[in-house]
Nanobody, 119 residues
Framework: QVQLVESGGGLVQAGGSLRLSCAAS????????MGWFRQAPGKEREFVAA????????YYADSVKGRFTISINNAKNTVYLQMNSLKPEDTAVYYC????????????WGQGTQVTVSS
């Protein structure tokens, strides 16, 4: 049973920052990098960022590169997403999952966390 619990979203003005957290439990995730996806209203879910379990490798979508930073605490099975210089187009529900080739590795999703950026 996979359990992914995202938190940390909220309402922020453009240019502001938020830090998201994702606690993973229930199975061994270490075979895959962990990462974040987001889904804006009326759009498909898209890849945002991923990180290896050692933290040695990170990957970002071009749209967030230089603004977002992904990190991991593998002792706590928790992945973080520090989001700076937020833009209205970052507004979406953010989800975490294991990642394979910038796609979700598992079919199960958490409830996500809403990020709303006002202009």
């Amino acid at each position: 049973q996979v359990q992914l619990v995202e938190s940390g979203g909220g309402l922020v003005q453009a240019g502001g920052s938020l830090r998201l957290s994702c606690a993973a439990s229930g199975r061994t995730f270490s075979s895959y990098p962990m990462g974040w996806f987001r889904q804006a209203p009326g759009k498909e879910r898209e890849f945002v960022a991923a990180i290896s379990w050692t933290g040695g490798s990170t990957y970002y979508a071009d749209s967030v590169k230089g603004r977002f930073t992904i990190s991991i605490n593998n002792a706590k099975n928790t992945v973080y997403l520090q989001m700076n210089s937020l833009k209205p187009e970052d507004t979406a529900v953010y989800y975490c999952n294991a990642v394979e080739a910038r796609r979700p590795a598992f079919a199960s999703w958490g409830q996500g966390t809403q990020v709303t950026v006002s202009s």
